[in-house]
Protein backbone atom coordinates (compact mmCIF):
# COMPACT_ATOMS: atom_id res chain seq x y z
CA UNK A 1 0.00 0.00 0.00
CA UNK A 2 1.16 3.72 -0.68
CA UNK A 3 1.70 5.40 2.48
CA UNK A 4 -0.56 8.40 3.09
CA UNK A 5 0.71 11.63 1.60
CA UNK A 6 0.22 14.24 3.84
CA UNK A 7 -0.10 17.61 2.13
CA UNK A 8 0.45 20.78 4.44
CA UNK A 9 -2.45 23.34 4.74
CA UNK A 10 -0.84 27.07 5.26
CA UNK A 11 -3.18 29.29 6.94
CA UNK A 12 -2.22 33.15 7.39
CA UNK A 13 -4.47 35.30 9.78
CA UNK A 14 -5.81 38.66 7.71
CA UNK A 15 -5.15 42.16 9.40
CA UNK A 16 -8.05 43.34 11.06
CA UNK A 17 -9.74 46.07 9.17
CA UNK A 18 -8.64 49.59 9.71
CA UNK A 19 -11.76 51.35 12.36
CA UNK A 20 -13.29 54.08 10.78
CA UNK A 21 -12.75 57.18 13.05
CA UNK A 22 -16.14 58.59 14.89
CA UNK A 23 -16.03 61.82 13.06
CA UNK A 24 -16.09 60.48 9.78
CA UNK A 25 -19.17 58.08 9.96
CA UNK A 26 -21.16 60.95 11.48
CA UNK A 27 -20.14 62.86 8.29
CA UNK A 28 -21.31 60.21 5.95
CA UNK A 29 -24.45 59.62 7.75
CA UNK A 30 -25.28 63.47 7.87
CA UNK A 31 -24.67 63.37 4.21
CA UNK A 32 -27.28 60.20 3.29
CA UNK A 33 -29.65 62.28 5.82
CA UNK A 34 -29.47 64.98 3.70
CA UNK A 35 -29.93 63.37 0.37
CA UNK A 36 -32.81 61.24 1.55
CA UNK A 37 -34.68 64.81 2.85
CA UNK A 38 -33.86 66.34 -0.14
CA UNK A 39 -35.35 63.96 -2.17
CA UNK A 40 -38.57 63.11 -0.28
CA UNK A 41 -38.89 67.91 -0.34
CA UNK A 42 -38.43 67.04 -4.04
CA UNK A 43 -41.50 64.70 -3.79
CA UNK A 44 -43.76 66.62 -1.45
CA UNK A 45 -42.91 70.14 -3.25
CA UNK A 46 -43.87 68.18 -7.19
CA UNK A 47 -46.79 66.40 -5.38
CA UNK A 48 -47.56 69.24 -3.99
CA UNK A 49 -47.57 71.60 -7.19
CA UNK A 50 -49.16 68.82 -9.53
CA UNK A 51 -52.36 68.91 -6.59
CA UNK A 52 -52.03 72.59 -6.79
CA UNK A 53 -52.18 72.64 -10.26
CA UNK A 54 -55.50 69.91 -10.34
CA UNK A 55 -56.74 72.46 -8.18
CA UNK A 56 -56.69 75.49 -10.27
CA UNK A 57 -57.91 73.60 -13.73
CA UNK A 58 -60.44 72.14 -12.08
CA UNK A 59 -61.66 75.48 -11.09
CA UNK A 60 -61.15 76.58 -14.57
CA UNK A 61 -63.48 74.16 -15.84
CA UNK A 62 -66.41 74.35 -12.70
CA UNK A 63 -66.40 78.20 -13.72
CA UNK A 64 -66.84 77.37 -17.29
CA UNK A 65 -69.33 74.85 -17.00
CA UNK A 66 -71.42 77.97 -14.58
CA UNK A 67 -70.66 79.65 -17.66
CA UNK A 68 -72.00 77.62 -20.32
CA UNK A 69 -74.78 75.92 -17.83
CA UNK A 70 -76.23 79.67 -17.23
CA UNK A 71 -76.87 80.55 -20.91
CA UNK A 72 -78.50 76.78 -21.52
CA UNK A 73 -80.99 77.68 -18.64
CA UNK A 74 -82.03 80.98 -19.88
CA UNK A 75 -82.10 79.28 -23.55
CA UNK A 76 -84.20 76.63 -21.90
CA UNK A 77 -86.62 78.82 -19.71
CA UNK A 78 -87.17 81.12 -23.11
CA UNK A 79 -87.75 77.76 -25.46
CA UNK A 80 -90.15 76.51 -22.10
CA UNK A 81 -92.33 79.77 -22.06
CA UNK A 82 -92.82 79.46 -25.86
CA UNK A 83 -93.75 75.58 -26.20
CA UNK A 84 -95.99 76.34 -23.08
CA UNK A 85 -97.79 79.19 -24.94
CA UNK A 86 -97.92 76.94 -28.26
CA UNK A 87 -99.21 74.01 -26.36
CA UNK A 88 -102.30 75.44 -24.86
CA UNK A 89 -103.07 77.09 -28.66
CA UNK A 90 -102.95 73.95 -29.48
CA UNK A 91 -105.59 72.18 -26.62
CA UNK A 92 -107.70 75.27 -27.46
CA UNK A 93 -107.71 74.48 -30.83
CA UNK A 94 -108.59 70.77 -30.52
CA UNK A 95 -111.61 71.52 -28.08
CA UNK A 96 -112.78 73.73 -30.74
CA UNK A 97 -112.57 71.08 -33.67
CA UNK A 98 -114.13 68.98 -31.04
CA UNK A 99 -117.41 70.82 -30.78
CA UNK A 100 -117.27 72.09 -34.46
CA UNK A 101 -116.74 76.01 -33.57
CA UNK A 102 -113.25 76.08 -35.04
CA UNK A 103 -112.70 78.99 -37.90
CA UNK A 104 -110.71 79.60 -40.55
CA UNK A 105 -108.53 82.21 -38.56
CA UNK A 106 -108.14 79.78 -35.85
CA UNK A 107 -106.98 77.28 -38.08
CA UNK A 108 -104.19 79.75 -40.59
CA UNK A 109 -103.02 80.72 -36.70
CA UNK A 110 -102.38 77.29 -36.06
CA UNK A 111 -100.31 76.02 -39.22
CA UNK A 112 -98.16 79.09 -38.39
CA UNK A 113 -97.94 77.17 -34.87
CA UNK A 114 -97.02 74.33 -36.64
CA UNK A 115 -95.09 75.62 -38.81
CA UNK A 116 -92.59 76.99 -36.67
CA UNK A 117 -89.74 74.50 -35.45
CA UNK A 118 -87.98 74.93 -31.94
CA UNK A 119 -84.43 73.93 -31.46
CA UNK A 120 -82.43 73.70 -28.22
CA UNK A 121 -78.60 74.49 -28.84
CA UNK A 122 -76.66 73.55 -25.44
CA UNK A 123 -73.48 75.13 -24.51
CA UNK A 124 -71.10 72.64 -24.61
CA UNK A 125 -67.71 74.88 -25.07
CA UNK A 126 -66.15 73.39 -21.82
CA UNK A 127 -67.28 69.72 -21.90
CA UNK A 128 -65.39 69.97 -25.67
CA UNK A 129 -62.83 71.74 -24.50
CA UNK A 130 -62.33 69.11 -21.10
CA UNK A 131 -62.80 66.01 -23.73
CA UNK A 132 -60.23 67.72 -26.42
CA UNK A 133 -57.83 68.13 -23.63
CA UNK A 134 -58.22 64.33 -22.52
CA UNK A 135 -58.68 66.15 -18.47
CA UNK A 136 -61.99 64.27 -17.86
CA UNK A 137 -60.23 63.53 -14.40
CA UNK A 138 -59.86 66.89 -13.33
CA UNK A 139 -63.32 67.57 -12.89
CA UNK A 140 -63.95 66.37 -9.60
CA UNK A 141 -65.05 62.99 -7.92
CA UNK A 142 -66.84 60.09 -9.73
CA UNK A 143 -70.20 61.33 -8.23
CA UNK A 144 -69.71 64.59 -10.31
CA UNK A 145 -68.49 63.10 -13.56
CA UNK A 146 -71.68 60.48 -13.58
CA UNK A 147 -73.91 64.10 -13.13
CA UNK A 148 -71.85 65.80 -16.11
CA UNK A 149 -72.12 62.54 -18.31
CA UNK A 150 -75.89 62.49 -17.62
CA UNK A 151 -76.45 66.23 -18.72
CA UNK A 152 -75.61 65.52 -21.76
CA UNK A 153 -77.60 62.26 -22.38
CA UNK A 154 -80.52 64.56 -21.65
CA UNK A 155 -79.08 66.78 -24.04
CA UNK A 156 -79.56 64.02 -26.43
CA UNK A 157 -82.13 62.70 -25.90
CA UNK A 158 -84.04 66.32 -26.18
CA UNK A 159 -82.51 66.66 -29.56
CA UNK A 160 -84.23 63.23 -30.62
CA UNK A 161 -87.21 64.50 -29.67
CA UNK A 162 -86.56 67.41 -31.75
CA UNK A 163 -85.98 65.36 -35.16
CA UNK A 164 -88.80 63.64 -34.55
CA UNK A 165 -91.44 66.72 -34.30
CA UNK A 166 -89.12 68.18 -37.22
CA UNK A 167 -89.68 65.22 -39.41
CA UNK A 168 -93.20 65.27 -39.11
CA UNK A 169 -93.28 69.06 -39.90
CA UNK A 170 -91.29 68.05 -43.00
CA UNK A 171 -93.12 64.93 -43.63
CA UNK A 172 -96.77 65.83 -42.95
CA UNK A 173 -97.29 69.39 -41.90
CA UNK A 174 -95.18 71.35 -45.11
CA UNK A 175 -97.19 68.79 -48.06
CA UNK A 176 -100.68 69.97 -46.64
CA UNK A 177 -99.39 73.50 -46.71
CA UNK A 178 -98.55 73.47 -50.29
CA UNK A 179 -101.61 71.70 -51.45
CA UNK A 180 -104.12 73.65 -48.86
CA UNK A 181 -102.65 76.83 -48.84
CA UNK A 182 -101.86 80.18 -50.10
CA UNK A 183 -98.41 80.82 -49.23
CA UNK A 184 -98.38 84.68 -50.76
CA UNK A 185 -101.70 85.48 -49.01
CA UNK A 186 -101.26 83.48 -45.96
CA UNK A 187 -105.28 81.79 -46.20
CA UNK A 188 -106.28 78.69 -47.43
CA UNK A 189 -107.64 77.59 -50.07
CA UNK A 190 -110.84 75.99 -49.03
CA UNK A 191 -112.39 77.72 -46.06
CA UNK A 192 -113.71 74.42 -44.97
CA UNK A 193 -110.35 72.73 -44.51
CA UNK A 194 -110.11 73.40 -40.95
CA UNK A 195 -113.02 70.65 -40.21
CA UNK A 196 -111.58 68.02 -42.68
CA UNK A 197 -110.39 64.64 -41.19
CA UNK A 198 -106.59 65.67 -42.73
CA UNK A 199 -106.49 69.13 -40.92
CA UNK A 200 -107.52 67.39 -37.56
CA UNK A 201 -105.26 64.70 -37.63
CA UNK A 202 -102.47 66.76 -38.74
CA UNK A 203 -103.02 68.93 -35.47
CA UNK A 204 -103.08 65.78 -33.28
CA UNK A 205 -100.16 64.59 -34.42
CA UNK A 206 -98.32 67.59 -33.93
CA UNK A 207 -100.28 68.52 -30.29
CA UNK A 208 -98.64 64.69 -29.20
CA UNK A 209 -95.32 65.57 -30.31
CA UNK A 210 -94.90 69.46 -29.11
CA UNK A 211 -96.36 68.13 -25.69
CA UNK A 212 -93.45 65.24 -25.69
CA UNK A 213 -91.24 67.65 -26.57
CA UNK A 214 -92.07 69.97 -23.60
CA UNK A 215 -92.23 67.16 -21.14
CA UNK A 216 -88.71 66.75 -22.37
CA UNK A 217 -87.56 70.44 -21.89
CA UNK A 218 -89.10 70.24 -18.84
CA UNK A 219 -87.24 67.56 -17.53
CA UNK A 220 -83.89 68.92 -18.78
CA UNK A 221 -84.78 72.05 -17.06
CA UNK A 222 -84.29 70.54 -13.71
CA UNK A 223 -81.09 68.09 -14.68
CA UNK A 224 -79.51 71.46 -15.32
CA UNK A 225 -80.39 73.50 -12.87
CA UNK A 226 -79.44 70.57 -10.10
CA UNK A 227 -76.33 70.87 -12.43
CA UNK A 228 -75.87 74.38 -11.83
CA UNK A 229 -76.12 74.20 -8.39
CA UNK A 230 -73.52 71.41 -7.85
CA UNK A 231 -71.02 73.69 -9.48
CA UNK A 232 -72.03 76.40 -7.47
CA UNK A 233 -71.39 74.85 -4.82
CA UNK A 234 -68.25 73.50 -5.51
CA UNK A 235 -67.15 76.77 -6.42
CA UNK A 236 -68.16 77.76 -2.76
CA UNK A 237 -71.03 79.89 -4.02
CA UNK A 238 -74.96 79.42 -2.81
CA UNK A 239 -76.82 77.86 -5.64
CA UNK A 240 -79.09 80.06 -6.97
CA UNK A 241 -83.01 80.88 -5.92
CA UNK A 242 -85.13 78.77 -8.17
Known amino acids: MNPSIIIPVLTAELPPAPAIPPGILSGYLIDLAVVIIGVTAAFMLNAWRERHLDRQRERKYFAGFETDIESDLVQLREIVGQESARRDRMASCI ?66 KEEMLREFVSGFAMPFTYRHMNMIGGTFL ?28 LVLEGVVTDFRDDVRRRLGRRPASR
Open 190 to 217: DAGIVKTPGFINLVLGYSTLLNQNLEAY
Open 95 to 160: ASMKDGSQTIEAGMAIMMDVMTIVRFRPNRTTFTSLMNAGHMDSTGDFAFRARLVRLHDEFDSVAE
